[in-house]
């Protein structure tokens, strides 16, 4: 991803409460990766804990800390081994004809593909962040959707549907805590400030 360089205005500080709520739920998601190696699938628990190294990265490259050469391959090298495992576990959900695992995993990747185009697409392009922004939040909706279907699924007894619709909750929790984090009022007003005084 893009590095923040160091002639840019500094993100603003977080408010306390959502820095809580944030690191909350992603110690939540963790706890999951546990439940689901016990409770659940291999794919699953491999797919949870690939997704979780993948939020953790974002969140450490959107934070505005400064990274070394060094570090920046680390840390792509751990993000191609991530993404190799969601990869393969969306491949198994199809072999196993999981379908709603299978689409659900399909809209969580091209949320991230989403977020990718706001760290690397300049910020000048306006139009084209206000279309992606309303992609996103569609694709969102249709995430919202999955954990209807399992909260429905939980309803007539199917086997871990409490606990996909749970995890899907805490994932759609904290991929919104990213959209927060990256599209800050400070950062967007600096923006702004920035696109008509360039």
């Not at 505005?64 to 060094?70: D, E, N, S, T, V």
């Not at 091209?110 to 694709?139: P, S, Y």
């Not at 400070?186 to 360039?198: F, I």
Request: proline share 2%; charged share 20%; aromatic share 14%.
């Amino acid at each position: 991803m893009q590095r923040i360089g160091s002639d840019a205005a500094p993100k603003p500080r977080q408010v306390r409460g959502f820095v809580v709520f944030k690191w909350l739920v992603y110690a939540l998601l963790a706890i999951d990766v546990g439940l689901y190696a016990t409770q659940g699938t291999a794919t699953e628990m491999v797919d949870t804990a690939a997704w979780l190294v993948l939020l953790l990265l974002f969140e450490w490259e959107t934070g505005g800390w400064p990274l070394r050469p060094r570090t920046r391959r680390a840390l792509h090298a751990v993000r191609l081994l991530a993404s190799a495992a969601i990869v393969w576990a969306c491949r198994d959900y199809a072999l196993q004809r999981e379908w709603l695992d299978f689409a659900n995993a399909l809209t969580w990747l091209a949320v991230v593909f989403a977020l990718e185009l706001e760290v690397r697409v300049a910020a000048t392009r306006i139009g084209f962040h206000r279309v992606r922004r309303a992609i996103t939040w569609m694709l969102y909706a249709a995430l919202g959707g999955f954990i209807v279907a399992w909260l429905w699924q939980a309803q007539g007894q199917v086997a871990g549907a409490w606990l996909d619709a749970w995890d899907a909750s805490l994932w759609l929790a904290a991929f919104i805590a990213i959209e927060l984090n990256v599209f800050a009022l400070g950062a967007a007003n600096d923006r702004t400030h920035r696109v008509r005084n360039g």
